[in-house]
């Protein structure tokens, strides 16, 4: 069945510092990716997405993801974090006949100043 | 602002009442999903609808309904309503049937008493 793993529940950085968020999918055929973005009490942003190509993309904010196909994993980075970027993040990958959305449990991400 | 609308933000109601929750979806997309957020399940798929007729169905229970319009709004009826139905119930829309960006709405947040 499909499934998506995100394996930290909370983490924090200090403000300036890099950041990565890991995320594993399970899925037979080639996936479609997202990470999406949930401040508190708002709906979710979408962030970036794969669907086929070059691995890296780009994402809004700042954010990027790199696709490992070996690895089944899609993590999220930024190389600077701003106060601003303190939210769930959520890595989803589409799957079944309507493009259905499966979510992995989410990562928090707090802001050290 | 993804373009993607929902009302009513907030709703309280009683157990073993009904309620409607209503999403607009962004211009010219055709397919509306709905997506439930509760702290023990995560984020759950629903159900989707494209063009007026249903695409594709997740977890959603019996006592759950949902309809889209010819205009393309969507409606998402909740019936005999229990206490772990309280959640965060997203909607969100993309252009085609599925495979493709989904933009999602605010939300509406239901609590049960």
């Known amino acids: 069945a499909q499934s998506v793993t995100q394996p930290d529940i909370h983490i924090t950085v200090s403000e300036g510092a890099s950041l990565e968020l890991r995320c594993n999918y399970s899925y037979g055929a080639t996936p479609y990716l997202f990470w999406y973005v949930q401040s508190p009490g708002q709906g979710l942003q979408l962030l970036l997405k794969?669907?086929?190509?070059?691995?890296l993309v780009q994402g809004i904010k700042g954010f990027e993801a790199e696709f490992k196909r070996s690895q089944s994993s899609f993590n999220l980075r930024k190389p600077s974090v701003h106060w601003s970027d303190a939210a769930e993040y959520f890595c989803?990958?589409?799957?079944?006949?309507?493009?259905?959305?499966?979510f992995g449990q989410g990562t928090e991400l707090s802001v050290k100043p | 602002d993804s373009g993607v609308t929902q009302t009513p933000k907030h709703l309280i109601t009683a157990t073993g009442q009904r309620v409607t929750l209503r999403c607009s979806p962004r211009?010219?997309?055709?397919?509306v999903y709905w997506y439930q957020q509760s702290l023990d399940q995560g984020l759950q798929f629903l159900i989707q609808y494209y063009n007026g007729e249903e695409r594709a169905k997740g977890n959603i229970l019996e006592r759950f309904s949902a309809q889209q319009f010819p205009d393309l709004h969507s409606e998402l009826n909740l019936s005999s309503l229990e206490l772990g139905d309280s959640a965060l119930y997203f909607c969100?829309?993309?252009?085609?049937?599925?495979?493709?960006?989904?933009?999602f709405g605010p939300g509406t947040r239901l609590t049960v008493t």
């Open positions: 794969y669907f086929s190509g070059d691995t």
């Open positions: 211009s010219g997309d055709l397919s």
């Open positions: 989803a990958v589409e799957a079944g006949q309507g493009g259905k959305l499966i």
């Open positions: 969100a829309s993309s252009v085609g049937r599925g495979w493709d960006e989904q933009y």
